[in-house]
């Protein structure tokens, strides 16, 4: 099956999208070919359909979908971005989807805070690790490379004090600049979103990771401070689920992370390196820029090896969110931290991680 690229019009053209839409003109890729109803008299159920929504492109997703392994799992994968995490986590409450790609941070804020974008505790739980951050950075609009110089001005980040909002505070305080007090947090929407904000000059500067970081680079925008120099590790992004829809189909859960982390293990694969980068290339991506945003992937703050959550990392996006009071209740972190905190559920991806011949290995949970 070929597999549907995204145009960087796609990438960028986010700002005007409705919440909880796809992203115009963006492609969303299926695991399978569709079947016409009547020939399925007699045969057997079609392949459970498995929903996938991440705000960047997710390179280890794109590689399951290309290697058919999800094909393999007879799993039947819609995979597609999303404007903005809010809508998207809800989706996930009400089973609508049934994985996110988003910000670790975001999953804990919906299942512990009740004042959370979505204005009520969300059903979802992480179930595994994406990312270590991939390259996030607090990038500047032309004519503002330093923090000093966004004081008065406005930062573009998904949800304030959410998610990759709170590094996007850690660096400006670590300058001496407080939110909402020497600079305004402003809701921009996913990564692709805030990077088209910065050349559209909606506000001054961003919170950005993955080809978006890459692409801001490539545009000769400012990076002002890059979260692995402030907060290391860092579990930038994780998968998650609901707990309702896990409990019900918890073998399609395990063959979903199979193919997940099959796909995760194929990207880190050198040898693989040329064929991963023609997955991000299409008109709007040369080869060049596509190898780029390859290397960030495979980098030390890039993709989450084996899809194995980094109890560091864990506890540092914990600490953060303690730091900037992101807690409406106390919270004892060393529970938070553990299996017994119930923020995530290692159970599946322990399952499906065994049958790819992978055990227990230091620093890392599995």
């Given at each position: 099956m070929a597999l549907g690229n995204l145009s960087r019009r796609s990438f960028v053209l986010l700002a005007s999208a409705s919440a909880g839409a796809l992203i115009?003109?963006?492609?969303?890729?299926?695991?399978?070919?569709?079947?016409?109803?009547?020939?399925?008299?007699?045969?057997?159920?079609?392949?459970?359909?498995?929903?996938?929504?991440?705000?960047?492109?997710?390179?280890?997703?794109?590689?399951?979908?290309?290697?058919?392994?999800?094909?393999?799992?007879?799993?039947?994968?819609?995979?597609?971005?999303?404007?903005?995490?809010?809508?998207?986590?809800?989706?996930v409450d009400q089973r609508e989807i049934e994985f996110i790609v988003s910000a670790t941070d975001n999953a804990i804020n919906y299942q512990l805070n009740p004042g959370n974008p979505a204005g009520r505790i969300l059903d979802n739980v992480i179930v595994a690790a994406h990312d270590l951050g991939l390259g996030l950075a607090l990038v500047g609009a032309a004519g503002y490379p330093t923090a000093e110089g966004l004081r008065n001005q406005r930062v573009g980040v998904d949800v304030p004090h959410s998610g990759f909002g709170l590094p996007a505070e850690k660096i400006m305080l670590n300058a001496g600049l407080a939110a909402g007090t020497d600079y305004t947090l402003v809701s921009a929407g996913s990564t692709p979103a805030r990077f088209?904000?910065?050349?559209?000059?909606?506000?001054?500067?961003?919170?950005?990771?993955?080809?978006?970081?890459?692409?801001?680079?490539?545009?000769?925008?400012?990076?002002?401070?890059?979260?692995?120099?402030?907060?290391?590790?860092?579990?930038?992004?994780?998968?998650?689920?609901?707990?309702?829809?896990?409990?019900?189909?918890?073998?399609?859960?395990?063959?979903?992370?199979?193919?997940?982390?099959?796909?995760?293990?194929?990207?880190?694969?050198?040898?693989?390196?040329?064929?991963?980068?023609?997955?991000?290339?299409?008109?709007?991506?040369?080869?060049?820029?596509?190898?780029?945003?390859?290397d960030l992937n495979v980098a030390a703050d890039g993709l989450s090896r084996r899809a194995a959550l980094s109890p560091a990392g864990f506890r540092n996006v914990l600490e953060l969110r303690a730091e900037f009071n992101g807690f409406e209740l106390p919270q004892d972190l060393d529970l938070l931290a553990s299996p017994q905190g119930g923020l995530y559920d290692l159970g599946y991806y322990r399952e499906a991680a065994r049958s790819c011949g992978y055990r227990s290995a230091s620093g890392a949970l599995l």
């Open positions: 115009p003109g963006s492609q969303a890729w299926a695991s399978g070919p569709s079947v016409d109803p009547a020939a399925l008299a007699g045969s057997p159920p079609p392949p459970p359909l498995v929903r996938v929504r991440s705000a960047s492109r997710s390179l280890p997703i794109l590689a399951a979908v290309a290697n058919q392994y999800f094909v393999e799992e007879n799993l039947d994968v819609d995979y597609a971005q999303f404007v903005s995490s809010r809508p998207t986590f809800i989706q088209q904000g910065l050349l559209d000059g909606l506000w001054e500067a961003a919170i950005i990771n993955a080809e978006g970081v890459v692409r801001a680079r490539e545009t000769g925008l400012p990076v002002i401070g890059v979260v692995a120099d402030t907060v290391q590790p860092y579990q930038g992004g994780m998968l998650a689920s609901s707990r309702g829809w896990l409990k019900d189909n918890p073998g399609t859960a395990v063959r979903f992370l199979r193919a997940f982390i099959r796909g995760m293990t194929w990207v880190f694969d050198r040898r693989h390196r040329d064929a991963a980068i023609q997955l991000l290339v299409d008109d709007e991506t040369s080869p060049e820029l596509a190898a780029k945003i390859y």
